[in-house]
């Protein structure tokens, strides 16, 4: 008898197992395909070169790269090799440059990272500065750059190290968050 109730338990769970599976199987494509779907580029650019212009119709960034990837669902873009151009107030423009970058909601907010570096010539009001650091978020429409990560700016006669930058690109004031060191080496 306790061998009869067996068989009949275990045919009740190959039956439920069987009807799970099934259920599984037929819904679970769609799903996988959806997400699968909208895991996908809605386009695919290379050799890119693109301006954006202020009102008065003068260019307000620049963005160049040779392979862009747009992703609808989210609105967002992946760059690859980024260099991206902010034009400002002051005569010579911030540059920017990374191995990877992630555009988010158009161009509001950029994070670049892999290798960033972040400079300008000497202008009118401040010296020839470059910044290197893991990782940088760009708001171009603000002029606004920081990074929490380890920077290192070095500028006429000075190096500094420190941990955490916001910059004004527009102004160029550069405020160090933490632990910032410098060297300083006068010119001979």
Do not use: C
Request: hydrophobic letters at 40%; zero cysteines; glycine letters at 4%.
């Amino acid at each position: 008898m306790a061998n009869k109730y067996s068989i009949i338990s275990f045919i009740i769970m190959a039956v439920l197992g069987i009807t799970t599976s099934v259920i599984y199987f037929s819904e679970n494509p769609q799903n996988m395909q959806t997400a699968h779907l909208s895991s996908q580029p809605d386009a695919i650019m290379e050799n890119i070169t693109a301006i954006t212009m202020d009102k008065q119709g003068k260019p307000n960034m620049k963005i160049v790269s040779p392979r862009m990837l747009h992703f609808a669902d989210n609105n967002t873009t992946q760059l690859i090799d980024p260099e991206l151009t902010l034009y400002r107030k002051s005569s010579q423009p911030w540059f920017i440059k990374a191995r990877h970058a992630k555009a988010i909601q158009g161009a509001d907010k950029v994070d670049f990272w892999d290798n960033v570096s972040i400079h300008h010539a000497a202008d009118e009001s401040n010296p020839a500065t470059l910044i290197k650091t893991p990782t940088l978020t760009v708001h171009p429409d603000k002029q606004i750059a920081m990074t929490e990560d380890l920077i290192t700016m070095v500028q006429p006669n000075l190096t500094v190290k420190a941990t955490g930058m916001h910059a004004d690109m527009n102004t160029g004031d550069i405020k160090l968050i933490s632990s910032a060191r410098g060297e300083y080496v006068p010119t001979s």
